[in-house]
């Protein structure tokens, strides 16, 4: 009898939706429950015991699937948070290898949740399972073997697979490196890196990450004062910390556009990346402007959505993400703050150096200070940013043929403008590997911030997909 080469389309689709319906939705329902906050922003997680939480619900589930050969451990280096390490031998032996990999740990719940929503309360509505880190990254782990199973149910050949879930990339991964390197030889060398962890530009067919935008930033501080003054007494004589604070930012971003000013945070964009662009601005148009809830009149202005895109994937952004010395409004008294402090966030694009770039930052902003404030910018730890090398000619046509089986439309690549730690590590490390990164944070989905949900379609079809992707990277050298 001879063995199939690739799946039988049906078939696959048949076994993705019951996988789903009776076992990923239930589980990721348990795992939306758990406050698992990476520990970049938890600091006790050890006590808490969410994240042990986690890795116990998601360990326990892949130990029941019903694949043949699956071996699942978690790992454990002193004073780190855990990995979940899976091996799935190949049918033909050999060591060529696909990694798969994921990420369990969650951003914090953020304010702004619908009324009936919650971080930790997950709830369904049609098509959309609500909750913190269902699309990022929990469902990763469930579709990887999905796919898995897939491929045995219809004894489709594969490589040795090896599924690698980390439990700290939200706080960029600082445990990896360290993993990574203790469990080298248990990684090999693959040859297709598969990473669940990004996006899609709509629900309708299979996008693939060709860049990620890297990132820094710190905390901006301005003091002026030893303590707080009233406002009226000094006020015109004592510049107030938040006006400083902007004049200062304002030597790094034009205001009115958004525009980084900084030439060490910029860097030239591929011809390649810029006709994908093109490409993909003429199946999203108008997409692209209403993929975020805006408020009422509010949008991005008129630019070109091909210059939106670019923006968003291969040019510098800054954004205020925290800040101290606000008392809360109800507290507020008519006083001049000793001090202002601003947690800032810049993204870089690919091919930008993070340490020369934070460099660029601090010098620029901690220079002449206005009226002698002591200004002092703090920097966090960088992230680089990640450029995909040229796709082969056979994961191309195996992407391509996966999205028009499993979506009924052409495969389609975007950048994307989050971070994605992981990657830049192994583009260093297996510079000949090939990657398919992709996901389903698509329109509205909201990582990181409230309301964050799932498309559960997209997932059944994203699990077919990486099944079929993972069969023919198997044939393509037969």
């Not at 990721?28 to 006790?44: C, H, K, M």
């Not at 994921?102 to 914090?108: A, S, V, Y």
């Not at 507290?331 to 870089?348: C, D, E, Q, W, Y």
């Not at 730690?421 to 192994?426: E, V």
């Amino acid at each position: 009898m001879n063995t199939p080469s690739k799946l039988d389309t049906d078939r696959a689709k048949a076994l993705s939706e019951r996988i789903w319906e009776s076992e990923i939705v239930p589980a990721l329902t348990e795992y939306i429950r758990i406050p698992n906050v990476s520990q970049g922003f938890d600091p006790a997680w050890r006590e808490h015991g969410h994240m042990e939480k986690a890795v116990a619900l998601i360990e326990g589930w892949c130990k029941k699937q019903p694949i043949v050969g699956l071996q699942v451990e978690v790992q454990r280096l002193d004073g780190r948070a855990p990995v979940i390490l899976m091996e799935l031998p190949g049918t033909s032996g050999g060591a060529d290898t696909v990694l798969l990999y994921g990420h369990l740990d969650k951003q914090p719940e953020m304010t702004g949740w619908r009324e009936d929503l919650g971080a930790w309360k997950p709830v369904r509505e049609g098509d959309r399972l609500y909750g913190r880190g269902g699309a990022d990254d929990g469902y990763s782990t469930f579709a990887s073997l999905a796919a898995l199973r897939l491929l045995q149910e219809q004894k489709v050949p594969h490589a040795r697979c090896v599924v690698l879930i980390e439990a700290g990339e939200e706080s960029g991964s600082p445990d990896l490196p360290a993993y990574i390197e203790a469990l080298k030889e248990r990684i090999g060398k693959p040859s297709l890196v598969v990473c669940l962890d990004s996006g899609c530009a709509n629900y309708e067919q299979l996008w693939s990450t060709t860049s990620l935008r890297g990132m820094v930033g710190g905390t901006l501080r301005v003091d002026m004062l030893t303590e707080g003054v009233h406002s009226g007494g000094a006020g015109g004589i004592v510049p107030d910390t938040f006006r400083i604070a902007r004049e200062v930012l304002s030597r790094v971003e034009e205001e009115k556009t958004g525009r980084i000013l900084l030439g060490a945070l910029h860097t030239e964009i591929p011809a390649a990346r810029r006709a994908q662009v093109e490409a993909s601005a003429g199946v999203l148009r108008d997409e692209v402007r209403g993929a975020f809830p805006w408020v009422s009149g509010a949008g991005p202005g008129e630019r070109p959505v091909a210059e939106l895109l670019l923006d968003r994937t291969w040019r510098p952004c800054l954004a205020i993400v925290g800040a101290e010395g606000l008392p809360e409004m109800a507290k507020a008294g008519n006083v001049l703050r000793p001090f202002t402090a601003l947690k800032v966030s810049v993204r870089i694009p690919p091919h930008v150096d993070p340490a020369v770039a934070t460099r660029a930052l601090k010098e620029t902003l901690e220079k002449d200070p206005p009226h002698g404030a002591r200004v002092a910018f703090s920097a966090a730890s960088g992230a680089w940013g990640w450029d995909a090398p040229p796709l082969a000619a056979w994961l191309e046509q195996a992407t391509d043929a996966a999205s028009r089986a499993f979506f009924g439309k052409p495969a389609m690549t975007m950048g994307e403008g989050g971070t994605i730690p992981f990657m830049a590590m192994l583009g260093e490390r297996f510079p000949e590997a090939q990657f398919l990164i992709t996901g389903v944070l698509g329109p509205q989905s909201n990582a990181h911030g409230p309301n964050e949900f799932l498309h559960i379609p997209v997932g059944k079809g994203l699990t077919c997909c990486v099944a079929s992707v993972i069969a023919a990277h198997h044939a393509r050298a037969r």
